[in-house]
Protein backbone atom coordinates (compact mmCIF):
# COMPACT_ATOMS: atom_id res chain seq x y z
CA UNK A 1 0.00 0.00 0.00
CA UNK A 2 3.03 2.53 0.72
CA UNK A 3 4.87 1.64 -2.55
CA UNK A 4 2.87 4.44 -4.67
CA UNK A 5 2.31 6.76 -1.85
CA UNK A 6 3.26 10.31 -3.47
CA UNK A 7 4.16 9.11 -6.45
CA UNK A 8 3.41 10.92 -9.63
CA UNK A 9 1.03 8.72 -12.24
CA UNK A 10 -0.24 9.61 -15.65
CA UNK A 11 -2.99 7.80 -16.80
CA UNK A 12 -4.23 8.33 -20.31
CA UNK A 13 -7.58 7.26 -21.54
CA UNK A 14 -8.49 8.35 -17.75
CA UNK A 15 -11.95 9.16 -18.34
CA UNK A 16 -13.43 5.77 -17.71
CA UNK A 17 -13.05 1.61 -17.66
CA UNK A 18 -9.59 0.56 -16.70
CA UNK A 19 -8.45 4.26 -16.83
CA UNK A 20 -10.79 5.71 -14.41
CA UNK A 21 -10.88 2.47 -11.99
CA UNK A 22 -6.94 2.39 -12.19
CA UNK A 23 -7.02 6.26 -10.93
CA UNK A 24 -9.60 5.23 -7.97
CA UNK A 25 -6.85 2.72 -6.75
CA UNK A 26 -3.73 4.62 -7.15
CA UNK A 27 -5.48 7.38 -5.37
CA UNK A 28 -6.80 5.04 -1.99
CA UNK A 29 -3.18 4.28 -1.99
CA UNK A 30 -2.17 7.93 -1.72
CA UNK A 31 -0.75 8.94 -5.55
CA UNK A 32 -0.91 11.97 -7.31
CA UNK A 33 -2.62 11.59 -10.24
CA UNK A 34 -1.94 12.89 -14.06
CA UNK A 35 -5.40 12.45 -16.21
CA UNK A 36 -5.49 12.44 -19.76
CA UNK A 37 -8.64 11.75 -22.19
CA UNK A 38 -10.44 13.59 -24.66
CA UNK A 39 -13.83 14.30 -22.52
CA UNK A 40 -12.51 16.78 -20.20
CA UNK A 41 -16.10 17.15 -18.58
CA UNK A 42 -15.66 13.14 -17.36
CA UNK A 43 -11.73 14.01 -16.08
CA UNK A 44 -12.84 16.96 -13.76
CA UNK A 45 -16.32 15.23 -12.31
CA UNK A 46 -13.48 12.25 -11.74
CA UNK A 47 -11.63 14.62 -10.04
CA UNK A 48 -13.42 15.99 -8.26
CA UNK A 49 -14.41 12.65 -6.54
CA UNK A 50 -10.68 11.97 -6.14
CA UNK A 51 -9.96 15.04 -4.35
CA UNK A 52 -12.56 14.74 -1.96
CA UNK A 53 -12.27 11.10 -0.87
CA UNK A 54 -8.74 11.20 -1.10
CA UNK A 55 -5.69 13.64 -0.15
CA UNK A 56 -4.14 13.33 -3.25
CA UNK A 57 -3.32 15.84 -6.29
CA UNK A 58 -5.13 15.25 -9.36
CA UNK A 59 -4.67 17.39 -12.00
CA UNK A 60 -7.19 16.77 -15.67
CA UNK A 61 -5.89 17.70 -18.98
CA UNK A 62 -7.71 17.30 -22.04
CA UNK A 63 -5.58 15.23 -24.67
CA UNK A 64 -6.40 13.06 -28.00
CA UNK A 65 -3.53 10.93 -28.36
CA UNK A 66 -3.92 10.70 -32.14
CA UNK A 67 -2.58 14.69 -31.95
CA UNK A 68 1.20 14.44 -31.82
CA UNK A 69 1.61 18.07 -31.40
CA UNK A 70 -0.63 17.99 -28.66
CA UNK A 71 0.75 15.51 -26.56
CA UNK A 72 3.90 17.54 -26.44
CA UNK A 73 2.13 20.17 -25.32
CA UNK A 74 0.49 18.70 -22.62
CA UNK A 75 3.17 17.06 -21.15
CA UNK A 76 5.26 20.44 -21.11
CA UNK A 77 2.37 21.33 -19.10
CA UNK A 78 2.46 18.42 -16.91
CA UNK A 79 6.27 19.01 -16.21
CA UNK A 80 5.59 22.04 -15.08
CA UNK A 81 3.03 20.71 -12.91
CA UNK A 82 4.80 17.66 -11.30
CA UNK A 83 8.22 17.91 -12.40
CA UNK A 84 8.70 14.71 -12.78
CA UNK A 85 7.04 11.07 -13.93
CA UNK A 86 6.83 8.14 -11.71
CA UNK A 87 5.04 5.88 -13.67
CA UNK A 88 3.18 5.97 -16.95
CA UNK A 89 -0.26 4.06 -17.91
CA UNK A 90 -0.43 3.85 -21.89
CA UNK A 91 -4.32 2.83 -21.43
CA UNK A 92 -5.54 4.90 -24.52
CA UNK A 93 -7.06 2.82 -27.22
CA UNK A 94 -9.80 1.70 -29.25
CA UNK A 95 -10.88 -1.26 -32.23
CA UNK A 96 -13.40 -1.63 -34.46
CA UNK A 97 -14.11 -4.89 -35.39
CA UNK A 98 -14.42 -4.75 -39.48
CA UNK A 99 -14.05 -7.26 -42.08
CA UNK A 100 -10.14 -6.73 -43.90
CA UNK A 101 -12.04 -5.69 -46.71
CA UNK A 102 -14.42 -3.58 -45.03
CA UNK A 103 -11.73 -1.70 -42.78
CA UNK A 104 -12.05 1.83 -44.44
CA UNK A 105 -8.38 3.60 -44.69
CA UNK A 106 -10.02 5.98 -42.21
CA UNK A 107 -10.42 3.37 -39.87
CA UNK A 108 -6.90 1.80 -39.89
CA UNK A 109 -5.15 5.07 -39.52
CA UNK A 110 -7.51 6.00 -36.73
CA UNK A 111 -6.24 2.83 -34.58
CA UNK A 112 -2.69 3.18 -35.50
CA UNK A 113 -2.47 6.67 -34.16
CA UNK A 114 -4.21 6.35 -30.79
CA UNK A 115 -3.13 2.77 -30.32
CA UNK A 116 0.28 2.92 -31.38
CA UNK A 117 1.51 6.15 -32.42
CA UNK A 118 0.08 7.85 -29.69
CA UNK A 119 1.65 5.45 -27.14
CA UNK A 120 5.23 5.58 -28.43
CA UNK A 121 4.47 9.57 -28.68
CA UNK A 122 3.41 9.71 -24.86
CA UNK A 123 6.58 7.34 -23.47
CA UNK A 124 8.63 9.23 -25.56
CA UNK A 125 7.94 12.29 -23.51
CA UNK A 126 8.77 10.91 -20.18
CA UNK A 127 11.86 8.44 -20.73
CA UNK A 128 14.35 11.08 -20.46
CA UNK A 129 13.58 11.99 -17.29
CA UNK A 130 12.81 8.39 -16.12
CA UNK A 131 16.41 7.57 -17.66
CA UNK A 132 18.02 10.70 -15.92
CA UNK A 133 16.54 9.41 -12.39
CA UNK A 134 17.11 5.98 -13.13
CA UNK A 135 13.70 5.43 -11.84
CA UNK A 136 10.45 5.07 -13.43
CA UNK A 137 7.63 2.47 -14.58
CA UNK A 138 5.98 2.28 -18.60
CA UNK A 139 2.73 -0.18 -18.39
CA UNK A 140 1.18 -0.41 -21.84
CA UNK A 141 -2.11 -1.90 -21.96
CA UNK A 142 -1.84 -3.96 -25.04
CA UNK A 143 -3.99 -6.87 -25.32
CA UNK A 144 -4.73 -10.80 -25.83
CA UNK A 145 -5.19 -9.67 -29.39
CA UNK A 146 -1.99 -8.78 -29.98
CA UNK A 147 -0.72 -12.40 -29.00
CA UNK A 148 -3.99 -14.46 -31.35
CA UNK A 149 -4.66 -12.29 -33.89
CA UNK A 150 -8.55 -13.23 -34.92
CA UNK A 151 -11.12 -12.36 -38.22
CA UNK A 152 -12.32 -9.36 -38.05
CA UNK A 153 -9.88 -7.80 -35.60
CA UNK A 154 -7.35 -7.78 -38.48
CA UNK A 155 -6.31 -3.87 -37.64
CA UNK A 156 -6.71 -3.60 -33.80
CA UNK A 157 -4.78 -7.20 -33.47
CA UNK A 158 -2.02 -5.53 -35.58
CA UNK A 159 -1.94 -2.72 -33.63
CA UNK A 160 -1.63 -4.28 -30.95
CA UNK A 161 0.67 -6.60 -31.98
CA UNK A 162 2.69 -3.87 -32.99
CA UNK A 163 2.36 -2.35 -29.35
CA UNK A 164 3.51 -6.07 -27.60
CA UNK A 165 6.83 -5.37 -30.58
CA UNK A 166 7.66 -1.78 -28.68
CA UNK A 167 7.01 -2.93 -25.16
CA UNK A 168 8.84 -5.79 -25.14
CA UNK A 169 12.23 -3.96 -27.05
CA UNK A 170 11.64 -1.32 -25.00
CA UNK A 171 12.15 -3.20 -21.85
CA UNK A 172 15.62 -4.48 -23.29
CA UNK A 173 16.53 -1.12 -23.84
CA UNK A 174 15.84 -0.17 -20.32
CA UNK A 175 16.97 -3.13 -18.12
CA UNK A 176 20.29 -1.64 -17.01
CA UNK A 177 18.31 1.98 -16.17
CA UNK A 178 16.27 0.48 -13.41
CA UNK A 179 12.90 1.39 -15.60
CA UNK A 180 10.13 -1.15 -15.64
CA UNK A 181 8.70 -1.96 -18.82
CA UNK A 182 5.36 -4.22 -18.05
CA UNK A 183 2.82 -4.99 -21.25
CA UNK A 184 -0.63 -5.84 -20.03
CA UNK A 185 -2.58 -8.25 -22.22
CA UNK A 186 -6.26 -8.49 -21.37
CA UNK A 187 -9.06 -10.68 -22.58
CA UNK A 188 -12.09 -9.00 -23.36
CA UNK A 189 -13.23 -6.06 -20.36
CA UNK A 190 -16.97 -4.94 -19.79
CA UNK A 191 -16.11 -1.50 -20.98
CA UNK A 192 -17.54 0.99 -23.26
CA UNK A 193 -15.04 -0.15 -25.50
CA UNK A 194 -17.51 -2.61 -27.33
CA UNK A 195 -19.92 0.68 -28.28
CA UNK A 196 -17.79 1.50 -30.73
CA UNK A 197 -15.44 -2.08 -32.06
CA UNK A 198 -19.08 -4.02 -31.75
CA UNK A 199 -21.97 -2.12 -32.99
CA UNK A 200 -24.07 -5.29 -33.71
CA UNK A 201 -23.63 -6.63 -30.02
CA UNK A 202 -22.31 -9.94 -31.58
CA UNK A 203 -18.82 -10.27 -30.21
CA UNK A 204 -19.81 -9.28 -26.71
CA UNK A 205 -22.70 -11.44 -26.71
CA UNK A 206 -20.77 -14.95 -27.79
CA UNK A 207 -18.28 -14.46 -25.25
CA UNK A 208 -20.38 -12.65 -22.39
CA UNK A 209 -19.13 -15.02 -20.03
CA UNK A 210 -15.61 -14.67 -20.11
CA UNK A 211 -15.38 -10.73 -20.34
CA UNK A 212 -13.54 -9.18 -17.40
CA UNK A 213 -14.82 -6.87 -15.17
CA UNK A 214 -12.38 -3.10 -15.06
CA UNK A 215 -12.14 -3.49 -11.11
CA UNK A 216 -10.62 -6.49 -11.29
CA UNK A 217 -8.05 -5.95 -14.28
CA UNK A 218 -7.36 -2.19 -12.84
CA UNK A 219 -6.43 -4.12 -9.29
CA UNK A 220 -4.22 -6.36 -11.05
CA UNK A 221 -2.43 -3.32 -12.97
CA UNK A 222 -2.09 -1.48 -9.81
CA UNK A 223 -0.43 -4.55 -7.56
CA UNK A 224 2.39 -4.51 -10.09
CA UNK A 225 3.18 -1.05 -10.06
CA UNK A 226 6.83 -0.05 -9.21
CA UNK A 227 7.51 -3.90 -9.82
CA UNK A 228 9.45 -5.45 -12.26
CA UNK A 229 6.69 -7.88 -14.01
CA UNK A 230 7.19 -8.17 -17.59
CA UNK A 231 3.30 -9.09 -18.48
CA UNK A 232 0.18 -8.96 -16.92
CA UNK A 233 -2.20 -11.78 -19.26
CA UNK A 234 -5.67 -11.77 -18.06
CA UNK A 235 -7.77 -14.15 -17.76
CA UNK A 236 -4.82 -16.36 -17.33
CA UNK A 237 -6.39 -19.24 -18.63
CA UNK A 238 -6.63 -17.74 -21.72
CA UNK A 239 -2.81 -16.79 -22.39
CA UNK A 240 -2.69 -20.31 -22.90
CA UNK A 241 -4.29 -20.27 -26.28
CA UNK A 242 -0.93 -17.71 -27.19
CA UNK A 243 1.29 -20.28 -26.01
CA UNK A 244 -0.22 -23.11 -27.72
CA UNK A 245 -0.98 -20.95 -31.14
CA UNK A 246 2.88 -20.41 -31.00
CA UNK A 247 3.76 -24.30 -31.22
CA UNK A 248 1.29 -25.73 -33.38
CA UNK A 249 -0.42 -22.41 -35.22
CA UNK A 250 -1.49 -24.54 -37.49
CA UNK A 251 -3.90 -27.02 -35.15
CA UNK A 252 -4.85 -23.90 -33.40
CA UNK A 253 -6.23 -22.08 -36.32
CA UNK A 254 -8.33 -25.04 -37.60
CA UNK A 255 -9.62 -25.98 -34.14
CA UNK A 256 -10.38 -22.89 -33.18
CA UNK A 257 -12.16 -21.39 -36.37
CA UNK A 258 -15.65 -21.48 -35.55
CA UNK A 259 -14.85 -20.10 -32.42
CA UNK A 260 -12.72 -16.80 -33.78
CA UNK A 261 -15.43 -16.37 -36.31
CA UNK A 262 -18.25 -15.59 -33.64
CA UNK A 263 -17.16 -11.88 -33.98
Partial sequence: MERLKGKNIVITGASGGIGAEIAKLCAARGANLVLLARNIDKLQVLQR???????????????????????????????????????????AGFGIFHAVHEATIEEIKGMFSVNVVGLMACTSMVLPKMRERHSGHIINIASQAGKIATPKSSVYSATKHAVLGYTNALRMELADENVYVTAVNPGPIATNFFTIADE????????????????????????????????????????????????????????????FNQK
Avoid at 63 to 82: G, M, N, P, R
Avoid at 227 to 245: A, D, F, K
Fill in 49 to 91: DLQQHHHVKVAVFQLDVSDTDKIKEVFTQIFATVQYVDILVNN
Fill in 200 to 259: KGTYVKNVQRFILQPEYVAQKIVNAMLTRTREINLPRWMNMGSVIYTLFPRLFERIGKKA
